[in-house]
């Protein structure tokens, strides 16, 4: 059986809107054939019908390339390093019993997977597995793995849905605040700059989900950025050092609680 994957449904797609593309340029080339028979018949003679019939056909397969070019290269942009989710879902089963079989952990230390950007989490196991993430968990279940088995388990927890969790109501509007505005007189940027105003991260940027996670995970992993812990010597890696630093314990607790409830 045909096993149907994110990448190559991507490749369908691909594959139809260059079809679709080329289909609309040869439309265009037999009108301009036709238009150009009828005016050289009525006006030159057919002497002219073929080299301006051969030039049109060499600009309408010049404009066909260039399409097909510009698509290509959108897709491949787009698709880097894709893994394939269906085989990251059979290597997940060593995960299940931490992070859920479908991404979404039920211990709150443990973080819920489910619904993160790919290469968010293709790069958070290599960094585990190359010790410049400090995995005191971490650290065995990646040993074995390869770059390959990394991107299909990203890409199949990313496949996933987050179930999102609920916030405390009372302190709810300090972590809306401060995720919202920052708190300009520390110089502590607003969350959602990054993070994206629903917690949706941007995946381009390297910028992960938080939305729906559990606050514990996510209050453990902001003290220790407090702390200083850098996830990587890039400039990724120290942005939250930088920005947990000034955070106290209580913005802290208001921030994780406001992330748990978010979507
Ligand atoms: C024994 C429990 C356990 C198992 C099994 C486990 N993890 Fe984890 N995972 C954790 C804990 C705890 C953390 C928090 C970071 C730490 O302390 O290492 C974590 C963190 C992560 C993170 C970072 C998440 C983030 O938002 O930054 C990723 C990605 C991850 N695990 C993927 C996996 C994958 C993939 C597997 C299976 C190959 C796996 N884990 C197996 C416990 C586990
Ligand atoms: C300038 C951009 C930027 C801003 C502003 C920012 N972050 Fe981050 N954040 C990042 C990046 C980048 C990472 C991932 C680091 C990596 O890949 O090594 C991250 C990671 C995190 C993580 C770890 C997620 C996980 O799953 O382990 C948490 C939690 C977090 N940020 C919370 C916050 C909060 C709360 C604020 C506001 C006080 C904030 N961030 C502001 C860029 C930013």
């Not at 691909?14 to 037999?30: N, S």
Request: aromatic letters at 8%.
């Amino acid at each position: 059986m045909v096993k149907i994957t994110q990448s190559k449904i991507i490749w369908v797609i691909y594959a139809y809107i260059t079809l679709k593309l080329i289909e609309q340029e040869v439309r265009v080339i037999r009108v301009k054939m036709t238009t150009f028979y009828v005016i050289t018949l009525c006006n030159r003679g057919f002497g002219l019908i073929i080299p301006v019939l051969k030039q049109q056909i060499r600009l309408g397969v010049k404009t066909i390339m260039k399409k097909a070019i510009v698509i290509m290269s959108l897709f491949f942009a787009l698709n880097v390093n894709a893994g394939d989710a269906e085989a990251g879902k059979t290597k997940s089963a060593m995960c299940a019993s931490c992070h859920g079989a479908d991404g979404n952990s039920t211990n709150p230390v443990w973080p819920k997977l489910a619904g993160q950007h790919e290469q968010y989490t293709a790069r958070q196991l290599s960094l585990f597995k190359s010790g410049q993430r400090k995995a005191t968990v971490m650290g065995g279940m990646v040993a074995g793995l390869s770059e390959a088995d990394m991107q299909d388990l990203a890409a199949y927890f990313s496949s996933q849905k987050t179930n999102i969790g609920s916030s405390n109501p009372e302190l709810l509007e300090v972590g809306k605040a401060i995720y919202q505005g920052g708190v300009k007189k520390l110089k502590i940027p607003a969350c959602m700059a990054c993070h994206g105003v629903a917690g949706k991260g941007n995946p381009l940027s390297g910028y992960p989900v938080l939305a729906g996670q559990h606050s514990a995970y996510t209050e453990q992993r902001l003290m220790a950025f407090k702390a200083g812990e850098v996830t990587a010597d890039d400039d990724n890696g120290k942005i939250m050092a930088d920005v947990a630093k000034y955070l106290s314990d209580a913005e802290i607790k208001a921030l994780a609680n406001y992330i748990q409830g978010l979507y």
